[in-house]
Structure formats: C-alpha cells, structure tokens
C-alpha cells in the first residue's frame, strides 16, 4: 500500500489531521485533496489524530477505492482515493 498523503501536519490534534501539502500524481491528489485540508474521516473510521489515521491508512488496501471525509475551509466533503501499491525499494548490502 502507498503512502496516500505526503506531508501530514503531526501537531497535536483531536479533531483531525491537517495535511500540509499532498504530492503530485499520488492517489491523494488524483481524489481532490488539497493542502490545507483536514480528514476527519477514511475508510469508515473517524479520524481525530495522527494515530487513528495510521491505523485507518494500515487497514486501507491497494486497489480498493475508499471515501475519506475532510473538511476545507467551511465545507465538509466527501472524496474517494484507490490507495496504490507501496513501490518496493532494493537494499544493496555491501559484503
């Protein structure tokens, strides 16, 4: 699984997490999401800090789309993602 959102604000948080930027191309960006944006919701769970997120996105599966709640200025919206597949880096050890 990939990471969907790339840069997620860790600051104490009990009402979501607030993404400070989302990369280009992700399955983050490809579902409308914006820096600045705030999950409250994903993948059927309630999100109000950096660890229900890391459990929501653990759950999450490659492939199989989910909505994610957030909430962008006054609104609350409703996007999907399709989380992809974690690309797999080779380690070279040196003998």
């Not at 992700?26 to 705030?38: C, E, M, T, V």
């Not at 880096?89 to 003998?95: I, L, T």
């Amino acid at each position: 699984m990939s990471r969907a959102l790339s840069w997620v604000n860790y600051a104490d948080s009990n009402d979501g997490l607030k993404l400070d930027g989302v990369r280009d191309d992700s399955p983050a960006s490809k579902a409308g999401l914006k820096a600045g944006d705030k999950i409250v919701k994903m993948a059927g769970r309630e999100v109000k800090n950096v660890y229900d997120y890391t459990y929501a996105l653990g759950e999450m599966k490659a492939g199989q789309e989910y909505e994610v709640e957030v909430v962008r200025g006054s609104e609350r919206l409703t996007l999907r993602i399709t989380p992809a597949v974690r690309k797999q880096y080779a380690v070279s050890r040196k003998q």
